[in-house]
């Protein structure tokens, strides 16, 4: 019924950038909150990053200042743009959103990961 899809991981060395993009689809009502989270093999999901749908935002320390998440309403898209990544930055990385559908049921949705791996 609903689907989110990222796109963006990758290889690429200490210093870099990378963009991560994640977009929604199928019965969507409203979006309301939206997330990008990461998780290391053996280690707990946590969170990166998320925003409002009025676009206020949260970071976790680890990224403040490197890592800037944004969203296209319009397109029912959520955005991370991560500069001066480092090896510890590696990870799966999975968006979440908070959806209401069109049948008015209420959830958090997420997709399926995206690797990324900073690495020289």
């Known amino acids: 019924q609903v689907q989110l899809v990222e796109s963006g991981g990758g290889l690429v060395q200490p210093g870099g950038s990378l963009r991560l993009s994640c977009a929604a689809s199928g019965i969507i009502f409203s979006i309301y909150d939206m997330g990008w989270y990461r998780q290391v093999p053996g280690k707990q999901r946590e969170l990166v990053a998320n925003i409002t749908r009025g676009g206020n935002t949260n970071y976790a320390d680890a990224v403040k200042g490197r890592f800037t998440i944004s969203r296209d309403n319009a397109k029912n898209a959520v955005y991370l743009q991560m500069d001066s990544l480092k090896p510890e930055d590696t990870a799966d990385y999975y968006c979440?959103?908070?959806?209401?559908?069109?049948?008015?049921?209420?959830?958090?949705?997420w997709g399926s990961g995206t690797q990324v791996t900073v690495s020289s």
């Open positions: 979440n959103a908070e959806i209401r559908t069109i049948l008015k049921v209420r959830n958090v949705y």
